[in-house]
């Protein structure tokens, strides 16, 4: 595994709150979290404790109510909207459970994206590079149509990773897929914090996703609710099974 030096992302007491007065609700309540350089964490929880808050705020989609987000050692709290945006384009990836391709661009087209919206020259062979580390070389020239549901998600992979992002963020990255396919794609992301320093944050609702990662982070009521590293699948649903339990 490589070398890990320092944190990629790291919140600091934030809090997120919706509304205002007695209808006012905490999604986040002061959460602080490191994500290590190469390491793949994966975030749960039942619904509403506030796991997509999370990854909104520490990918700046989001502004927390209070405390401090980091990525790559940039506090995001003071950046004004233009820089915001010019850091999650150049320092932050994203795949989400729709795999948000265009449909009338070619699989190279669609990975070239970030780069053309930056207005940065795309080298082809970066593009092609990009495919091969998803596995589909051979598809650059097909469209969405023409792919599997899980060549689409590897596709969305290779557009995320184009930038080289310090992390990438990845919203329910199987939830749409069947179990083989979406076993292809968490051992991509697996070996891209392995073998290549990539620092992944993967929300899940699955214990099988979940327990490819170096620990899960359970979130309760917007709040952490333990960390446990090296969790099987079992340990995971029975963890998971003991939160959405309704109290006696």
Do not use: W
Not at 5 to 15: P, Y
Not at 17 to 36: I, M, T
Not at 48 to 63: E, I, N, P
């Amino acid at each position: 595994m490589s070398q890990r030096n320092g944190d990629a992302v790291a919140l600091r007491r934030v809090s997120r709150r919706y509304g205002s007065g007695d209808g006012a609700v905490n999604a986040l309540d002061e959460v602080s979290l490191a994500f290590p350089r190469g390491s793949f964490t994966a975030v749960m929880g039942p619904s509403g404790s506030g796991k997509s808050t999370l990854l909104q705020c520490a990918a700046g989609l989001d502004r927390p109510t209070s405390g401090s987000v980091t990525v790559g050692g940039t506090e995001l709290t003071g950046l004004g909207e233009r820089r915001l945006t010019l850091l999650r384009r150049d320092r932050i990836g994203f795949v989400f459970q729709a795999f948000n391709l265009l449909p009338a661009l070619t699989a190279e087209q669609n990975v070239a994206l970030p780069l053309r919206l930056a207005g940065r020259r795309v080298p082809r062979a970066r593009i092609r590079e990009a495919l091969h580390r998803v596995g589909l070389g051979d598809r650059a020239r097909h469209r969405p149509a023409e792919l599997s549901g899980g060549q689409q998600q590897r596709i969305a992979l290779a557009r995320a990773l184009i930038t080289r992002p310090d992390v990438l963020f990845a919203d329910e990255p199987t939830g749409a897929l069947d179990s083989r396919t979406g076993h292809e794609v968490l051992t991509l992301l697996r070996g891209m914090a392995d073998h290549e320093g990539q620092t992944v944050v993967m929300v899940t609702h699955d214990p099988v996703a979940a327990s490819r990662a170096d620990r899960v982070v359970f979130l309760v009521d917007g709040r952490v609710h333990g960390e446990p590293a090296g969790a099987d699948a079992d340990a995971v649903a029975t963890r998971m099974t003991g939160l959405e339990a309704p109290p006696c």
